[in-house]
Every structure is written in structure tokens, then in C-alpha cells.
């Protein structure tokens, strides 16, 4: 028997799928279809569900399973540490913890999560968080077109699911494409983190695809129609008004190239700093895919912009955009079901039930004929779950005075109650604090976080003075080498707050070390 399944990757300005199908035990993929958008299409405020539903109904997509992929960037991440290992306990403990993990109303965020067992009899949940509303009108959309949501799944556990994992090794699965960037840690064949980084690649090679060569013979019939009767003066005017918008183009051109440049070099910077801050080691694996991939190269110690990138961007066609570029072939795995997932459709038997009267009536029969039955076994069964409900209730109540109470175990319920009201009261005045602490201007600590994270570069470091003022930036002390403070300067220099500032550095050399001091004068006339 031969059953049809769709994947789909539902990103603004990138609606793309294909179709697949299983006879027997063989999946294969049958066909593929994308689908960008044009603004002739939509309105201008149109949204990603106006896109999927647009791309729905041009390729008439009905009545199938089907695995929605949705980018990175459209989901949170947590991770929470738990001292025991009874699955269905830290389950029931989730729910509560999930109220102190995310900011905001936690009713408007759906959660899944992926519970792991560790040594030393502890575990660990990684939670993965979306918006509610997002995957209510995902909802909608595929209702109006009578299709099944098997799964809803990111993107960066798809492109884990499709790369080949390695035993006892730390792996890093990079992803550059043109709908988004990002890069997921995975360590002895699980995924431990996702980081996603913003580029506006895809933007800057829209702007210069469009900015096409002047069409002479065009113009020079546009020329041609002027209130004019001498053909030398028409000719010479089309030819300066081509060579004007010819010039024109060329600096755009140049332009959004440099543009181009900088974001790749950038991007390099932000991959190199999330190589130094997640526990890099030589040994690990280093990955690279995407559309983009090819403008980025690793070179064991840290990533660089390839030779030629912008030529092998401006060469891409656009209809290989997107994630499932990568996934045609490993997306064979999704056939099965995703163990972590943001949503899963009722199975097609309640379906036909729910959409189908007829389906309705003749069960409705059946049970008609099995009422005086099910009576009775409905209230054994009632007065089972009942007792076992008692029980269970029990059990957490205890458990939950265990963790929350570890020292006084021996308390009775109320005396347990009464302790518990005791820290809900210190926890409450924390937590005011917190909020008070909040509404302060605290610009000085994330400048000493910047500092901090520059001075871990360098080797024996010391500062003895350091003086931040809307006027100037002034920083004395002592390093162990020249070296130390040309690193030091570097570090400096890359900061948003010091870029296009002039900087005066002094340094004196000792038996101790070399004495230094940085200045930096903050010229308000200058960007």
C-alpha cells in the first residue's frame, strides 16, 4: 500500500516543500515543489501564513501527512537540572518549572521538551519553546485545506536528524543559508544547544539582483518619442542619460558588494566568538551546510570568509533557497515519528469521526448497543482511577515536601504547609527585590561583562585603575608581554563603544612586567 507524505518549510519570503512517498518498506521522494512568494501575489503586510496558504493552493496539496519545519529563530531554548531520575515525577515538576524559566505570560508559549538521564543519578530536560499563537494559525491554515499535521518540528533538530552523529565526540552542525543562520552543538549523539545568528545576506543579494543593466535600445526608443526633430541631438542625449544610470547602477553595485563583505566577515566574528565561549577543543567535529555554505571556511582554529564569496553568492538561484535543500535526502528520516515535536494532529480514524456525519451516526449505533455494558465497566473503571488518583495524590504530596523541604522530612502535611508559606513569603520579597533591581540603569555592568570577556584573551593581566565617563575612557595597569596588550588593544577596538574613537596607549617596560595605560577620548562630533 502506497501512502503520500509532505514536508514543508514555513519561513517569511520562503515557502518550500516536497512530496514523498512509501510503498512497502522503500520511501522515495516523488516530487518537489518551492514557492517564493512574488509582490504581485500578495499585499504588501502580507504574512507567512499568507505565503503558506498561497503556496497551498497552487500546488493543490490535500488530504496527507504532513511535517512542518519551522527556522530556528522561531524557537527558545532551557535547560533544566533535576537531582533524581524518575521520568514521571520530573514531568509533573516541568509544568511548575516552566512558570520561573520563560519572561512574559508562559499561557502564550507551547513547550515540548526532550528528557535526558546523566550520572550520579540526576538528569537533565532540555526544553524547546514556541509562540501559541504561531501554531494556532498554522493550525488554521492546514484546516482549510484538509490536511493532517503529523509533526511540528525546527529547523536545526532537522538538519540533526539528517547529519551523521559521532560517538564521544563534541560536534558543531553549521548551517548558513539564506533563510537563516545557525549552529547546533551536539555531544555523544545528542543535541545540547542551538545558537542562532541574524545576517541580512539574503536581503543585500535581493537588492543587487535588482539592479539590472540600462536597456539601450529601451531608452533610445523612450529618447526617440521627445518633442525633437534633429536625430544627432536624440542620440546624444541617450547615450549621457545611459552612461549617467550606468554609473548609477555600478555604485550600487559596488555598494551593496561591500555590504556583502562586511556581513560575511562579520558573521565570521560572531561564529568565532560562540566557538571560544561553548567549551571549544581540538578534537571536535566541525560541520558546514546550507546554500551559503560556501562563503565560509574553517581552517581547524576558526572561520573565515572564503575566497570569492560574493561571486559564489551572486550565482545562486534563488528556487534552492532554504533548509530542505539539505533535508531531500535525509528527509526519508520523517517518516517516522519526531520524538521532539510541537504538535501532533489526532490520529485520521478521530479525524473522519470529527469531519464525517455518517462516520458519526454508525459509531453513535454501536455504542447505543453497548450502553448497558459499558455502565457497569465504566464504574469499576471510575472506582479504580479514583482510588489510584487518592494514592498517586499521596505519593506527590510526600515527594514534594522531600524536595522542597530535604532537611525536614519528618514534618507532618500541615506543619509542612506552614514552613512552605514561610519560604513562598521570602520568595515573594526576593522576587520584588528583583523587579526593583530590574528598573535600574545598570550600562556600567554590561560594560564591565565587555571588558571581562576581552581581558580572558590575554594572559597575566592586572588593572590597577579604570575610569568610564561620557568624556573619555581611561584603563591603567600592568600585562605580562607586549603581546598581552597588542591583544588587549584588539579587543578593545572591536567594541561597538570604542569603534571610530582614536586611542592613545603609553606603556613602560619593567622587571615586573610592562606597564600600560589606554586612553580613549569620546569625540561627540563623530559617528
Known amino acids: 500500500m502506497e501512502h503520500t507524505q509532505y514536508i514543508l518549510f514555513v519561513s517569511q519570503g520562503c515557502i518550500e516543500g516536497f512530496k514523498m512517498k512509501k510503498k512497502s518498506t522503500m520511501p522515495s521522494i516523488s516530487s518537489e515543489h518551492s514557492s517564493f512568494p512574488e509582490a504581485a501575489d500578495l499585499p504588501k503586510d502580507a504574512t507567512v501564513f499568507d505565503e503558506l496558504d498561497l503556496f497551498l493552493e497552487t500546488h493543490h496539496w490535500r488530504k496527507a501527512h504532513t511535517v512542518v519545519i519551522v527556522p530556528t529563530e522561531e524557537v527558545s531554548f532551557r535547560t533544566l537540572n533535576f537531582p533524581f531520575q524518575d521520568r ?43 509562540d501559541q499563537p504561531y501554531l494556532d494559525q498554522l493550525r488554521e491554515v492546514f484546516d482549510r485545506y484538509d490536511i493532517f499535521l503529523k509533526d511540528v518540528v525546527f529547523a536545526g533538530h532537522a538538519l540533526f536528524k539528517m547529519l551523521p552523529l559521532f560517538d564521544n565526540s563534541r560536534q558543531y552542525q553549521v548551517y548558513v543559508g539564506a533563510d537563516e543562520t545557525f549552529v547546533n552543538v551536539v555531544e555523544n549523539r545528542q543535541l545540547q544547544t542551538v545558537k542562532f545568528f541574524p545576517t541580512y545576506l539574503k536581503s543585500y543579494l535581493k537588492e543587487l539582483a535588482s539592479l539590472n543593466p540600462v536597456d539601450v535600445e529601451t531608452l533610445s526608443k523612450a529618447v526617440g518619442k521627445a518633442d525633437s526633430d534633429d536625430p544627432q541631438l536624440q542620440y546624444s542625449i541617450s547615450q549621457k542619460t545611459v552612461a549617467i544610470l550606468e554609473e548609477l547602477r555600478i555604485g550600487l553595485e559596488q555598494k551593496f558588494t561591500k555590504l556583502i563583505e562586511e556581513e560575511i566577515q562579520r558573521l565570521c566574528r560572531q561564529l568565532n566568538l560562540f566557538l571560544r565561549t561553548s567549551v571549544w577543543n581540538e578534537d571536535a567535529e566541525v560541520s558546514i551546510s546550507g546554500i551559503f555554505s560556501s562563503i565560509v571556511i574553517f581552517n581547524g582554529k576558526k572561520f573565515e570568509p572564503a575566497p570569492g564569496a560574493v561571486t559564489e553568492l551572486v550565482g545562486l538561484r534563488e528556487e534552492q533557497w532554504g533548509i530542505l535543500r539539505e533535508l531531500k535526502h535525509g528527509g526519508l528520516h520523517y517518516l517516522e515519528k519526531s520524538e521532539i515535536t510541537f504538535y501532533s494532529e489526532k490520529t485520521s480514524f478521530g479525524r473522519f469521526l470529527l469531519r464525517k456525519y455518517y462516520g458519526v451516526a454508525v459509531i453513535g449505533i454501536i455504542l447505543l448497543l453497548l450502553t448497558p455494558a459499558g455502565w457497569m465497566g465504566r464504574f469499576l473503571l471510575e472506582q479504580q482511577r479514583v482510588q489510584q488518583m487518592i494514592e498517586r495524590t499521596d505519593r506527590l504530596i510526600e515527594a514534594k515536601i522531600q524536595q522542597l523541604l530535604p532537611q525536614e522530612t519528618e514534618l507532618s502535611i500541615q506543619a509542612a504547609m506552614v514552613r512552605l508559606e514561610e519560604k513562598i513569603e521570602k520568595k515573594q520579597q526576593l522576587i520584588e527585590n528583583g523587579k526593583q533591581f530590574q528598573k535600574r540603569d545598570y550600562k556600567n555592568l554590561e560594560m564591565l561583562s565587555k571588558l571581562s570577556q576581552v581581558m580572558k584573551q590575554s594572559a597575566v593581566f592586572r588593572v590597577d585603575r579604570l575610569e568610564w565617563s561620557k568624556d573619555q575612557f581611561l584603563m591603567n595597569g600592568q600585562v605580562d608581554s607586549y603581546d598581552s596588550l597588542e591583544l588587549l588593544r584588539t579587543g578593545l577596538e572591536e567594541l561597538e563603544e570604542f569603534k571610530n574613537h582614536e586611542f592613545l596607549i603609553n606603556n613602560t617596560k619593567t622587571k615586573e612586567g610592562i606597564i600600560y595605560r589606554i586612553s580613549v577620548r569620546f569625540d561627540q562630533t563623530r559617528s
Do not use: C, S, W
Open 88 to 130: 514521571k515525577k520530573i514531568q509533573q515538576v516541568l509544568k511548575f518549572e516552566v512558570q520561573n524559566e520563560v519572561m512574559g505570560d508562559a499561557e502564550n508559549l507551547h513547550y515540548t521538551y526532550d528528557i535526558r538521564m546523566l550520572p550520579e543519578n540526576k538528569a537533565q530536560a532540555h526544553l524547546y519553546f514556541i
